[in-house]
């Protein structure tokens, strides 16, 4: 199920993805993030399809993951120097829309830049969504910073972390690649510098 929908978590730009396997999740669109991740029951869109004034649309479930606010890559950054604090707006990144594949499944499109990304998060079981990011760079190949996750006790070890409610974000490409863990105001950032290259994709996991 896709639903365009308010949501507190989301925004008034949320897309919100529900999946048979009962883990589903909400992107906001305006701010080009993933905002939320839930189990169970999918969504109470009664505000959605009845109400006058729509109130925002909650998730039924529970186990939730509120992710991280800002945006997920960075140009041209240097990673000992502070993650950009401003809106995705003014960091150049523009919402495209999406397309379905033939199992309903989003590919939420945007850019930055010249650099265009095809994000696609699928349900690989009950416990564990998979993100992977398609990153065109066209003919300005401008290396790009990736910050992974961010949490007040993110704890890296083995190309995974460990970040609290039980969540643990696992790099799956590129593979080999520790990156760099930064502390700025009671947050850690783990990122990695990715290639100056036309086309790559690098993908994690989010299991809880």
Not at 35 to 59: N, Q, S, V, Y
Not at 90 to 114: E, N, Q, W
Not at 121 to 137: C, H, P, V
Not at 162 to 173: C, M, P, Q
Request: with cysteine; proline share 6%.
């Amino acid at each position: 199920i896709v639903l365009r929908s308010f949501m507190r978590e989301a925004g008034t730009h949320a897309i919100a993805v529900g999946f048979p396997a009962g883990i589903h999740y909400a992107f906001d669109a305006e701010n080009v993030r993933l905002a939320i991740a839930w189990k169970g029951r999918f969504l109470d869109a009664r505000g959605t399809w009845f109400e006058r004034f729509t109130p925002p649309a909650e998730p039924l479930g529970d186990s939730s993951i509120v992710f991280p606010t800002g945006v997920p890559f960075v140009m041209d950054h240097d990673v000992e120097s502070p993650w950009p604090n401003r809106s995705a707006e003014s960091m150049g990144y523009h919402f495209s829309g999406y397309r379905l594949d033939a199992a309903g499944i989003p590919t939420l499109l945007y850019r930055v830049g010249k650099t265009r990304i095809e994000d696609r998060i699928e349900a690989l079981s009950r416990r564990t969504l998979r993100r992977s990011w398609t990153i065109d760079s066209g003919d300005s190949a401008s290396p790009l910073v990736w910050c992974v996750h961010e949490a007040s006790n993110l704890r890296l070890k083995d190309g995974q972390a460990a970040v609290g409610d039980g969540l643990t974000v696992r790099v799956i490409s590129p593979a080999e690649i520790a990156g760099h863990v930064q502390e700025s105001s009671a947050k850690k950032r783990w990122l990695i510098p990715l290639p100056s290259k036309e086309s790559q994709k690098v993908e994690v996991e989010y299991s809880w």
